[in-house]
């Protein structure tokens, strides 16, 4: 899938989409299976989704503020925030193989993180699709927000939903792959 192509409502449904798999795939997880790590510097499949739920609500608060307020000097720049959207959706695209290191904001916590991680990011999820299904499209197309992660970089609220979309498959994925790692927690245990 080209994420950097995606239209609102295609964006909207693929938050929709990565809610609904994330609820059939980790929803009966233990704590200890939501916790494990498969090493030191590695996540925890509840790791994965407090980032994602942080970061999501981290930038839809940095959109509404774009929608609400007349654009700066900085934000009006001509193709700056056009190239930074596509670039950044397809860095978080789900196949792309590089890592990042996360902003602080969004960083994970290295406790325990209790079972309610998954209920938290679904509902999030459903509030955020109907948030983006509220926008009118060619607004969201030329509006353009700042990125809540590092602030020099701009792109439109429409690239920041995309984005959102891409980042959540990645780390769905990422969830997904720590779950088959060998030494993951039997169920019940």
Known sequence: MDYTRLSLSEASAALDDVAGDAERSFGELTPAQLNWRPADRAWSVAQCFEHLHTANRLMVTAARHALAHPPTL???????????????????????????????????????????????FMAGHRN??????????????????????????????????????????????????????????????
């Open 74 to 120: 900085w934000r009006r720049m001509p193709l700056v925030p056009g190239f930074f959207g596509r670039q950044l959706v397809r860095s978080q695209a789900p196949q792309t193989t590089r890592k990042f290191t996360t902003s602080a904001i969004a960083t994970p916590s290295q406790s325990a993180i209790d079972d309610g991680v998954i209920e938290r």
């Open 128 to 189: 955020r699709a109907e948030w983006m299904q509220s926008l009118d499209p060619g607004i969201a197309a030329r509006t353009i927000m700042v990125s809540p992660f590092v602030r020099f970089i701009t792109y439109s609220v429409l690239d920041g939903c995309r984005l959102m979309a891409a980042h959540d498959r990645r780390h769905f994925e990422q969830a997904r792959r720590v779950t088959q790692t060998a030494g993951f927690p039997p169920a019940g245990r």
